[in-house]
């Protein structure tokens, strides 16, 4: 699988770089972010580790681009940031996940390892095309009809979406669809389903109040 790495800091591209090579990726740095739409342009990777603070594009902006032209490509931000609110921020334009610097190596290769089997991992996948009131899914070809209408998706809510909608009227805790989603190796928190799941909502047109928050508890997918 390929990585693209976009830092404008050498020494910690580099470091990042080495760690994923030993785990068997392959990878590609881009230090600009200008670079980075010509290069995908050219050729798709299986997932990208985007920091914020870029020369060129800054990292929100390029996040928004690469999600409003490649839903399915995996972002993982890397922040500097210590605020809250830029990393909502970010889960909102679409990122998949976040880590914030600085950072622990092997924290971040197993995060890298989970958004990219997301992918991969075809005992994840549902055969089929799912039809629930007027939401349809075809996990097969990773798209998503909502009154006909094909919506665009990130990985963590096409994921969501599939969960809830095979499970319809089952509750799901935030605990447990951190499990379920972003998978036990990896530390996220709660506000990062609450954002996802808010971004999920908003994206489902007419069908979005069937998506019911369960003050005290979770989630769950009203059946149609």
């Known amino acids: 699988m390929k990585i693209l790495i976009v830092d404008d800091e050498e020494d910690i591209a580099g470091l990042i770089q080495f760690h994923l090579e030993e785990e068997g990726f392959q ?31 800054g990292g929100m902006d390029l996040c928004k681009r690469i999600k409003e032209k490649y839903p399915h490509i995996p972002i993982l931000m890397v922040t500097a940031k210590t605020g809250e609110t830029d990393v909502v921020l970010g889960l909102e334009l679409g990122a998949d996940d ?34 629930t009131g007027k939401i349809q899914i ?15 998706l990130t990985l963590i809510e096409f994921k969501l979406l599939q ?28 506000r990062t389903v609450d954002v996802n799941i808010k971004r999920l909502r908003d994206k489902l047109l007419s069908e979005k109040e069937r998506l019911e928050t369960i003050r005290g508890v979770g989630y769950r997918f009203r059946d149609a």
């Open 163 to 190: 969960l809830f909608a095979g499970n319809p009227g089952v509750a799901f805790s935030r605990d447990k669809l951190l499990d379920r989603i972003w998978g036990k190796d990896v530390f996220v928190t709660d």
């Open 27 to 57: 990878t590609e740095v881009c230090h600009n972010g200008m670079e980075v739409l010509p290069r995908l342009e050219k050729h798709l990777p299986d997932g990208i580790i985007l920091d914020l603070m870029l020369p060129g594009i």
């Open 138 to 152: 075809n996990p097969t070809a990773h798209k998503v009809f909502v009154e006909g209408t094909e919506i665009d």
């Open 98 to 131: 976040y880590i914030r610097k600085p950072f622990n190596i092997r924290e971040l290769v197993a995060r890298v390892r989970t958004v990219t089997r997301r992918t991969t991992d075809p005992s994840q996948e549902v055969q089929g095309t799912i039809s």
